[in-house]
């Protein structure tokens, strides 16, 4: 079987060609694996494959400066495979092929050639490798660390989960059509199915960006009938809402916010390459042997990122959030969803969902503000009183401790405001304010008060429900204060 297909490159140039494979699964896997993001696949005869290849010639000699160039090529597991290149010359388009792309180029003529056989430029391949090889291009026909056709195990793995994913998503998508099909017109079904066919298309593109985008293009569309028809039984009902749920459980939907950031990430990560790749050849040109230690060193920091790129992939693809909180950042994304739809239907079902989710904010709002007026008028619950234990004197010692305190403010306050007198000479007697300060009855009062408080603070903290221990406390700090009043 042949398909015609139309494909972006390693640096986003448009690839057209014909593939035989046999099916159209088969052919997406085969261009997924050569590193091309399809945009367009369908099976042609082989006459419509030549009208295609003739009308893409006429195409061709309009852009000035570009050709059109037919190949065929072995890919770098050896399978045959054909088809067109634009380039500004044919040594152009053989060094992308070879370099790029890592085909084994095995024949190549302008695609509006009469004679292909005598336009043949095979006779130039052997002069154009030798030039590359002189200029330290790698030509070995393996995938090239850092393209995204390399067949490295976490690609794979990163494929295969978006692929589950997708697929999980259009079976539920196809589950709510055949039992629910009622729910929608005429004009929603055929968007849907439009949408459902391009996310076919895209699902082995591992473009994140644009699958995240058709998904919750589709889910919008499935989770808003517009032709609500009574159901038969309460039954239908909650089987169409329980697969509704189920798609918007996919990590696509229910995470698009961390994809568009995957997606960012996935962009970076590609340029970084690019940039390792085009400076490892120049590497090369000046020193051999240290290029090649650099160059795995910086491998295996592409690997660590692809490593952690797919540990993210996953987490994001398990993770369920559920039902977004309504807030600021949803309502001004659904808004920019809504401004930027790409069709009247979408844009009418984006509206609905815009206006859901602005009364579900208002409604929380107005909720939250009447929790806050029930919460301010509600009497304060009063603690339930705990059974005073016997000999229990803590709020008289809580008295004694603060008006011991507050004294013992002002008695500093005065030793203060005397010092400063004394030292500034605010014109009182010096001698009275000396005899004040050095009478033993204020230094014994001061004194008092400081182990006072120190011994009612420990007795509240360390032994607040302990007789025996507050006993002891008390006749310790005492019989400390009599001994330095004695001594001192």
Same mark, same amino acid.
């Given at each position: 079987?042949?398909?015609?297909?139309?494909?972006?490159?390693?640096?986003?140039?448009?690839?057209?060609?014909?593939?035989?494979?046999?099916?159209?699964?088969?052919?997406?896997?085969?261009?997924?694996?050569?590193?091309?993001?399809?945009?367009?696949?369908?099976?042609?005869?082989?006459?419509?494959?030549?009208?295609?290849?003739?009308?893409?010639?006429?195409?061709?000699?309009?852009?000035?400066?570009?050709?059109?160039?037919?190949?065929?090529?072995?890919?770098?597991?050896?399978?045959?495979?054909?088809?067109?290149?634009?380039?500004?010359?044919?040594?152009?388009?053989?060094?992308?092929?070879?370099?790029?792309?890592?085909?084994?180029?095995?024949?190549?003529?302008?695609?509006?050639?009469?004679?292909?056989?005598?336009?043949?430029?095979?006779?130039?391949?052997?002069?154009?490798?030798?030039?590359?090889?002189?200029?330290?291009?790698?030509?070995?026909?393996?995938?090239?660390?850092?393209?995204?056709?390399?067949?490295?195990? +976490? /690609? !794979?793995?990163?494929?295969?989960?978006?692929?589950? %994913?997708?697929?999980? =998503? $259009?079976? *539920?998508?196809? &589950?709510? @059509?055949?039992?629910?099909?009622?729910?929608?017109?005429?004009?929603?079904?055929?968007?849907?199915?439009?949408?459902?066919?391009?996310?076919?298309?895209?699902?082995?593109?591992?473009?994140?960006?644009?699958?995240?985008?058709?998904?919750?293009?589709?889910?919008?569309?499935?989770?808003?009938?517009?032709?609500?028809?009574?159901?038969?039984?309460?039954?239908? +009902? /909650? !089987?169409?809402?329980?697969?509704?749920?189920?798609? %918007?459980?996919?990590? =696509? $939907?229910? *995470?698009?916010? &961390?994809? @568009?950031?995957?997606?960012?990430?996935?962009?970076?990560?590609?340029?970084?390459?690019?940039?390792?790749?085009?400076?490892?050849?120049?590497?090369?040109?000046?020193?051999?042997?240290?290029?090649?230690?650099?160059?795995?060193?910086?491998?295996?920091?592409?690997?660590?990122?692809?490593?952690?790129?797919?540990?993210?992939?996953?987490?994001?693809?398990?993770?369920?959030?559920?039902?977004?909180?309504?807030?600021?950042?949803?309502?001004?994304?659904? =808004?920019?969803?809504?401004?930027?739809?790409?069709?009247?239907?979408?844009?009418?079902?984006?509206?609905?969902?815009?206006?859901?989710?602005?009364?579900?904010?208002?409604?929380?709002?107005?909720?939250?503000?009447?929790?806050?007026?029930?919460?301010?008028?509600?009497?304060?619950?009063?603690?339930?009183?705990?059974?005073?234990?016997?000999?229990?004197?803590?709020?008289?010692?809580?008295?004694?401790?603060?008006?011991?305190?507050?004294?013992?403010?002002?008695?500093?306050?005065?030793?203060?405001?005397?010092?400063?007198?004394?030292?500034?000479?605010?014109?009182?007697?010096?001698?009275?304010?000396?005899?004040?300060?050095?009478?033993?009855?204020?230094?014994?009062?001061?004194?008092?008060?400081?182990?006072?408080?120190?011994?009612?603070?420990?007795?509240?903290?360390?032994?607040?429900?302990?007789?025996?221990?507050?006993?002891?406390?008390?006749?310790?700090?005492?019989?400390?204060?009599?001994?330095?009043?004695?001594?001192?």
């Amino acid at each position: 079987m042949k398909f015609k297909y139309t494909a972006l490159g390693t640096n986003n140039q448009k690839l057209e060609g014909v593939l035989d494979a046999g099916s159209i699964d088969a052919a997406r896997e085969e261009l997924h694996k050569m590193g091309m993001s399809i945009v367009a696949i369908s099976e042609v005869s082989a006459g419509e494959a030549a009208a295609v290849e003739s009308k893409e010639a006429v195409a061709a000699k309009t852009q000035e400066g570009i050709v059109t160039y037919y190949f065929i090529a072995k890919d770098v597991h050896g399978k045959e495979v054909n088809g067109t290149i634009d380039s500004k010359d044919a040594n152009s388009a053989y060094r992308r092929l070879m370099a790029e792309y890592r085909f084994d180029v095995l024949d190549l003529y302008p695609q509006n050639a009469a004679d292909p056989a005598s336009a043949s430029l095979k006779s130039q391949f052997e002069e154009w490798k030798r030039q590359m090889e002189e200029e330290g291009i790698d030509l070995s026909h393996k995938p090239m660390a850092g393209t995204r056709g390399e067949l490295e195990e +976490e /690609d !794979e793995k990163m494929s295969e989960a978006i692929i589950t %994913e997708i697929d999980h =998503f $259009i079976i *539920n998508t196809k &589950k709510v @059509l055949n039992e629910h099909r009622g729910q929608y017109s005429e004009a929603f079904l055929k968007e849907i199915e439009k949408t459902l066919n391009e996310l076919e298309r895209i699902r082995a593109s591992n473009n994140l960006k644009h699958i995240t985008k058709v998904c919750n293009n589709l889910y919008e569309l499935i989770s808003n009938p517009d032709s609500i028809e009574e159901q038969a039984d309460q039954t239908a +009902e /909650d !089987e169409y809402q329980k697969t509704v749920s189920r798609l %918007e459980e996919s990590g =696509f $939907i229910s *995470n698009p916010f &961390k994809f @568009l950031e995957l997606h960012n990430l996935q962009k970076k990560t590609t340029r970084f390459e690019k940039v390792q790749t085009t400076l490892a050849k120049v590497r090369k040109t000046l020193n051999r042997k240290k290029a090649d230690e650099i160059d795995q060193a910086v491998a295996a920091k592409i690997k660590g990122h692809r490593s952690r790129w797919l540990s993210q992939l996953t987490r994001s693809l398990k993770e369920k959030t559920g039902k977004e909180h309504p807030g600021v950042k949803s309502m001004m994304y659904k =808004f920019f969803g809504f401004v930027s739809a790409p069709n009247a239907i979408l844009r009418r079902v984006r509206k609905q969902d815009m206006t859901k989710a602005f009364r579900a904010w208002k409604a929380a709002r107005v909720r939250a503000k009447t929790l806050k007026k029930e919460a301010v008028a509600r009497p304060a619950v009063s603690e339930t009183s705990k059974i005073k234990a016997k000999r229990d004197f803590s709020a008289l010692f809580m008295e004694l401790d603060s008006f011991v305190g507050w004294l013992l403010f002002f008695y500093l306050a005065y030793f203060f405001l005397a010092g400063f007198a004394i030292e500034r000479n605010v014109g009182l007697p010096k001698e009275l304010v000396v005899k004040t300060l050095t009478s033993p009855l204020i230094v014994n009062i001061s004194i008092f008060l400081v182990v006072a408080h120190l011994t009612f603070t420990l007795k509240l903290r360390l032994f607040r429900s302990n007789f025996l221990g507050s006993l002891f406390l008390f006749f310790f700090c005492f019989g400390i204060y009599s001994l330095v009043i004695v001594n001192f």
